[in-house]
């Protein structure tokens, strides 16, 4: 698997589900992703050499988010 590339491949998508399982399974991280709005989400460190679309976990995120907002990711039904 690589895990630099330029265009999203294997570990992109690999990273980005992990995120998606996070968000739908920790209604901590939903309610304060969503908290956030439409704000521009940006990143908290330095840019490392590699500029694969996975290290810039802030637009997945802002992705995501928008996803969420469109009712295209769901949070899955708590059973009581």
Not at 15 to 22: D, L, N, P, S, V
Not at 28 to 57: F, I, M, S
């Amino acid at each position: 698997m690589t895990y630099c590339s330029e265009k999203p491949d294997d570990h992109f998508y690999l990273i980005r589900e992990a995120m998606i399982k996070k968000l739908r399974y920790n209604p901590e991280v939903r309610r304060v992703l969503l908290a956030t709005g439409n704000l521009k989400l940006k990143p908290d460190h330095h840019a490392e050499a590699c500029q694969a679309p996975e290290w810039k976990y802030y637009q997945l995120w802002m992705g995501i988010r928008r996803d969420v907002m469109r009712g295209q990711i769901l949070a899955p039904v708590m059973l009581p």
